[in-house]
């Protein structure tokens, strides 16, 4: 954009130029072009030929008839066509509307582009493009400023960069500054080798150094804090000390004088205001903490509520998330310690490991849903936990999104009856020797009560021979990975197999229900044709009694009516008529929408619904083309 400007000025010029000529033209001998006239015309042609300007007989400038020119070129295809260099020379600029927007140093060795744009004392290696950027250097030197107000005010800092409307602003000899995004440390003065990414990061940075701001608002409000690392929308937004690190949305957002902090995670920290040394990662993580010190969260939500306690270490979704300002706890695991405010020096490890009241001390519990129910206890286990070893059932994961190749090829019913169910006791020795366990003294009496237990359950090698005959890949069968490992049942896999089989009977005997109900179904029908057939018999047996002695052209009812699908029609005509028909008559539209010709003698006819539609309709029985009578009949689906 701005070479097409200097172009349009530089074809200003030289039209100028022209002009100029032209006034002398009028004592000058024109002879090249023909129909020229000096005294009345400027230097110039009349006819279709381009005008040339030569020196030492070689073409320097042409203009062409249709008004283009060309310095170095003899075809210019734009209003300005140069073939070579263009020089501004050591402190000339290129002005647009009366504004510089081009503008050369006086050693050649800045260039700044936009009105006011480095208008006053400049030095070297500077560069700046916008509005009024750097437009009060003197001594600065290797600065860069992009953006209308970038480095307005810079006068003797360098090795700058602001890219952004009113970026550094107002940095006066802060060097080695990066500032990226609009008003982004805009009102830097002295602060040094800071750098600054959004919209109005480190916006109130006078003179701290070292700090990096990542994201809009981002140390915002910090003036002379230094060392601050901070990532995200108004993260370390208050801050006024250091160093901190913030990484997330107003993670850290109201510290002033807390130091050494870490933030990671959205609103971590978030109401932090003079604690130090703290770490919180994971969204709204130690969310409330102000003054509490030393503190290590990590997890959403984890010590949510702390305020002022400090040396707490939650470590999951929401662990501790009510603590307040008691210390020394620790917890591990998805709501471990959630529950309450407690007292100091507890432990919870595993998911909803907690106490069952706020204030007890010195407490563990491990394993989900375990509970401490007094000071100074240790429990192990939730209350459902029959068995603490390593023979008791484990749990897998289950989660879909987890698992590829699904598959429906579960074996149910065929794979079930093949089990053995049996019951046994464990011989115990055996196990031992196998596994080259040492018996150690006072193990037998345990290990004769052991021996004691009857249980119930399969012979894993049973369970493998049945699955293998039948072709199924069976999980429940934990085979030997070697001469001494023994052979072991996951019993929480049978379920699998067991809903199959129960799937299986219920498909089955949902079959044999829908075969009963379609038998009933068919009975149902049969039996209400059958009595529409015996209704049709003895209703025209009847007619035809009635009228048995008439030599009379008659029209019966129709039977049955209303009807579904078919009804039957009866009359009487003498055999000695000459022709006869019924027409069916829709009553609402009074449309006709059959006309059925019948023989005579004839007695009846069936008359099936087709396409007829649900309503009342009228027949009527025509003999020898005379109207003998008309009825009405209604069809009913």
């Excluded at 901070?230 to 993670?251: E, F, K, Q």
């Excluded at 209703?539 to 029209?555: A, D, K, T």
Aim: charged share 15%; aromatic share 10%.
């Amino acid at each position: 954009m701005v070479t097409l400007k200097l172009l349009k000025l530089i074809a200003v010029f030289c039209t100028g130029l022209i002009y100029s000529q032209s006034m002398l033209a009028q004592s000058w001998s024109i002879t090249g072009n023909s129909g020229t006239n000096p005294a009345v015309n400027f230097l110039g042609t009349t006819d279709s030929k381009a005008l040339v300007f030569k020196t030492n007989n070689n073409e320097r400038m042409r203009i062409a008839s249709s008004g283009k020119v060309g310095i170095g070129v003899s075809a210019p295809v734009q209003k300005l066509d140069v073939g070579g260099n263009l020089n501004l020379s050591s402190g000339s600029s290129l002005y647009m509307d009366n504004h510089s927007v081009f503008k050369v140093d006086s050693v050649n060795k800045c260039v700044f582009v936009g009105n006011g744009a480095g208008n006053f004392n400049i030095e070297q290696f500077n560069t700046a493009l916008g509005y009024f950027a750097m437009n009060s250097n003197t001594t600065g030197e290797s600065n860069t400023s992009v953006g209308n107000n970038a480095l307005t005010y810079n006068e003797s800092g360098s090795f700058n960069t602001a890219n952004g409307s009113g970026s550094l602003k107002f940095n006066i000899s802060g060097f080695s500054n990066t500032a990226t995004g609009y008003r982004s440390l805009s009102n830097n003065v002295y602060g040094n080798q800071n750098s600054a990414f959004g919209d109005s990061a480190l916006y109130s940075n006078l003179t701290g150094s070292f700090n990096t701001a990542v994201g809009a608002f981002a140390l915002f409000k910090g003036s002379s804090s230094a060392y601050n690392t901070a990532i995200g929308h108004r993260a370390l937004y208050s801050t006024t000390s250091g160093p901190n690190t913030a990484v997330g949305i107003s993670a850290l957002y109201s510290n002033t004088t807390g130091s050494y902090n870490t933030g990671i995670g959205a609103f971590a920290l978030n109401y932090n205001t003079s604690g130090i040394h703290n770490s919180a990662s994971g969204s709204w993580a130690l969310y409330f903490n102000e003054t509490g010190d030393a503190n290590s969260a990590d997890g959403y939500y984890a010590l949510h509520g702390n305020e002022s306690g400090s040396y707490n270490t939650a470590t999951g979704y929401w662990a501790l998330y009510n603590n307040n300002s008691s210390s020394y706890n620790t917890a591990i695991g998805a709501y471990a310690g959630d529950s309450y405010a407690n007292s100091g020096y507890n432990t919870f490890v595993g998911y909803d490991a907690d106490a069952s009241a706020g204030s007890y001390t010195n407490g563990s519990a491990f394993g989900r849903g375990s509970r401490v129910t007094a000071t100074s206890q240790v429990r192990i286990g939730n209350s459902a936990v029959s068995s603490i070893g390593g023979y008791a059932g484990w749990t897998n994961i289950s989660d879909g999104r987890v698992k590829k190749n699904v598959k429906e090829d579960v074996v149910g019913l065929e794979f079930i009856k093949k089990l053995r169910p049996v019951t046994y006791n464990l011989d115990v020795r055996a196990i031992n020797q196998r596994a080259q366990v040492k018996e150690e003294e006072g193990d037998a009496e345990l290990i004769a009560q052991k021996e004691t237990i009857t249980y119930s359950g399969f012979i894993a090698q049973e369970v493998e021979k049945a699955a293998r005959e039948i072709g199924y890949d069976f999980s429940g069968v934990d085979a030997p990975k070697n001469e001494n490992d023994l052979y072991g049942l996951r019993y929480a896999e049978f379920v699998v197999p067991l809903v199959k089989a129960v799937q299986e009977l219920s498909a089955a005997n949902d079959k044999k229900d829908e075969q009963i109900r379609n038998l009933e179904i068919a009975n149902t029908k049969i039996q209400k044709q059958l009595d529409q057939i015996k209704s049709l018999n003895d209703g025209f047996i009847r007619f035809q009694n009635e009228n048995v002695q008439s030599e009379m052209s008659l029209l019966g009812q129709n039977i049955p009516n209303p009807f579904d699908n078919s009804t039957l029609i009866p009359f009487r005509i003498p055999k000695d008529c000459e022709n006869a028909s019924l027409m069916i008559v829709e009553i609402s539209t009074r449309k006709v929408v059959a006309v059925i010709p019948v023989s005579c003698g004839e007695s009846h006819i069936q008359l099936d619904a087709g396409t007829l539609i649900n309503g009342a309709y009228s027949y009527s029985l025509y003999v020898n083309r005379k109207l003998i009578d008309t009825k009405q009949m209604e069809l009913v689906r």
